[in-house]
């Protein structure tokens, strides 16, 4: 069902809350694991995709509206021009675009036979490619539509059902398990799609941050039950603003959200480090009464603010994570590096382990082990992703260094 009032508090916008008709996409390779890749990038994005092998590329074309028909070369150079007549057979008027290693004399074979048939060929995409590449090959299908502007609102999101839980590993850095996950949410706008929380998170004392908040525990837990069926225990950190805590109740209410699992083991409850600074005390109490219900208190983002947590005394905190702008960059930068010691030494003194957030590359990664961080979280182990996704991607398989 479609909300018919505006989702922000602005004026309404003409059009608001038509569905985006999404571009769609068709796979076609010999070699599944390529097809999934691509198909969830291509998901990712905002496409409706579809794959399979050459074999059945007939009958999934047929009746149906594909926009771009993506072609691998696994099978070889006859297949592939198999494929390409049989899309001019059934009067193909999509795009095809075909992905392989550049160089090899059938690929310009291949992109010849389908202009001279009269496909719409579009220029090879060179393989290996990422994510990224792949969206600015494909981007000119989706729709062009303004991002809203003010910021949507969130209550409203959240009563259609367009926010979610995606998930961010978190690796331990000598054994290189993963030790556990950071939920992060995301908006999924029919029109606009993916949405950064920067659209649509309000400041952390507006009032409507509570349901937000609560949204945010619940669908952690609901997550936590699906990961524990299939891997036991994952430790699930959750971002929730100070604020939430001035609440009266809401360390009981909380505590009401955790499951009654004999294999869960606890929650990770993120505080902003600034947030930390401006108001200690308060930081401080809901940290030691979390700990009664097996919730620990990370201090997220710390910086070259660290020092402001020397003055806190006895510390009630579990862990703390060191901002991606210290990490990032880390390897080759000694300003960073003594920001990241500094850290990671008061840590210790403390006895809470530390997060190096913003692992981008492999020189990062040797970094922060050198500095004796015990955990890592970035780009290097690993997108935020659904659930799903994130349990297929991230847990299934091992952690590897590449």
Not at 12 to 17: K, Q, S, T, Y
Request: charged share 25%; glycine share 8%.
């Amino acid at each position: 069902m479609l909300i018919e009032q505006p989702l922000w508090s602005a004026k309404p916008v003409e059009g608001f809350g038509r569905r985006r008709v999404k571009p769609s996409a068709l796979i076609i390779d010999g070699k599944p694991h390529v097809r999934e890749f691509i198909r969830e990038a291509l998901e990712d994005i905002g496409f409706v995709a579809d794959d399979s092998n050459a074999d059945h590329l007939a009958d999934l074309i047929t009746g149906r509206k594909i926009d771009v028909v993506m072609l691998g070369l696994s099978e070889g150079g006859v297949a592939g021009g198999i494929a390409l007549e049989t899309l001019r057979e059934l009067g193909f008027d999509g795009h095809v675009l075909i992905f392989a290693q550049p160089g090899m004399p059938m690929v310009d074979a291949l992109l010849d036979l389908g202009e001279a048939i009269g496909l719409s060929m579009l220029p090879l995409l060179p393989t290996p490619f990422s994510d990224g590449v792949l969206r600015q090959t494909v981007s000119f299908l989706l729709p062009q539509e303004p991002i809203p502007s003010p910021a949507l609102d969130p209550t409203q999101a959240l009563r259609a059902g367009w926010l979610e839980l995606w998930y961010q590993p978190k690796v331990n850095i000598r054994s290189l398990t993963i030790d556990g996950t950071e939920g992060l949410i995301r908006l999924r706008h029919p029109t606009w799609g993916i949405m950064p929380p920067a659209q649509f998170l309000p400041d952390a004392d507006d009032p409507h941050f509570t349901e937000l908040s609560n949204f945010v525990v619940s669908q952690a837990m609901t997550d936590w039950h699906s990961f524990a069926a299939d891997y036991g225990h994952v430790e699930i950190a959750v971002n929730l603003p100070l604020a939430f805590f001035n609440e009266p109740g809401a360390v009981e209410k909380l505590a009401r959200q955790l499951p009654a699992h004999p294999a869960f083991k606890g929650l990770i409850v993120e505080i902003n480090g600034s947030e930390l600074a401006a108001n200690p005390e308060l930081a401080k109490s809901a940290a030691r009464q979390l700990r009664f219900h097996n919730v620990g208190v990370s201090v997220d983002d710390v910086g070259a603010d660290w020092p402001i947590l020397m003055t806190i005394g006895n510390c009630p905190f579990v862990e703390i994570k060191v901002d991606r702008s210290f990490v990032t960059g880390c390897g080759d930068d000694r300003l960073k590096q003594a920001t990241c010691r500094s850290i990671v030494d008061f840590a210790d003194t403390l006895g809470v382990r530390t997060v190096a957030e913003g692992v981008e590359t492999r020189a990062d990664f040797i970094m922060a082990r050198e500095m004796g961080f015990d955990m890592v979280q970035g780009y290097f182990f690993g997108k935020p992703a659904e659930a799903r996704k994130f349990a297929r991607r991230a847990l299934r398989e091992p952690v590897r260094i590449t």
